[in-house]
């Protein structure tokens, strides 16, 4: 039945994969998944979506990295006219969600990793917020070496690298495509 998933030789059945196998279910035979969060509340990427993935893939062992750059910056009115609460805001229910999971039941290892575009208005919000706001998650920014080079904000991204709040990832391109990592720090 389940041995029947990986009847190629070149797949190890080792680890993860090996338990999984034997206890389908038990932790999830990947480490780090990515959710590309669109800014809605409700669809099918929207953020209440992303809740119930990032929940599901903690709970089965596996990383997250939730991707928060399409979400509007605080503040900021949309054509309905309601008022964004930014991606720092929805930041605080992944770290909660992630305590509330690892405290409430058997320890799985997943990890949450958020991630904004240096360019995004509310970076330096994403930056500054204090470890003990988004105590439970990993923040990460991603770059290209022209924002780098752009970005009034070399300061206070350095600080975070320093303070270990802040991890650096580049952004890449694939038949022009945009590659969204899956580092799960």
């Known amino acids: 039945m389940l041995n029947d998933l990986f009847p190629h030789p070149l797949v190890a ?24 969060v669109e ?7 929207g953020i209440e ?24 910056p605080n503040g900021h009115t949309n054509e ?3 008022v964004a609460s930014g991606p720092v805001s929805f930041g605080k229910v992944y770290s909660a969600l992630n305590e509330t ?7 799985k290892n ?23 706001e988004l105590a439970w998650v990993k923040r990460c920014v991603d770059l290209t070496p022209e924002m780098w080079e752009n970005t009034p904000h070399k300061e206070a ?9 802040i991890w650096l990832n580049k952004i890449k391109y694939q038949y022009g495509k945009r590659i969204y990592s899956n580092v799960c720090l």
């Open 13 to 36: 059945r080792t680890g993860r994969i090996q338990q999984w196998i034997k206890e389908p279910e038990g932790r999830l035979p990947v480490s780090c998944t990515v959710f590309v």
């Open 39 to 45: 800014d809605s509340i409700e669809g099918e990427n």
């Open 49 to 72: 979506a992303s809740w119930r993935f990032v929940s599901h893939a903690l709970r089965f062992g596996a990383g997250v990295a939730v991707h928060l750059s399409k979400i509007r």
């Open 80 to 82: 309905k006219g309601l």
């Open 101 to 107: 999971l690892r405290r409430g039941g058997v320890y």
């Open 110 to 132: 997943g990890a949450c990793v958020l991630h904004l575009d240096l360019d995004h208005d509310d970076i330096l919000e994403y930056i500054t917020t204090p470890r003990e």
């Open 157 to 165: 991204l350095l600080h975070g690298i320093k303070s270990g709040d």
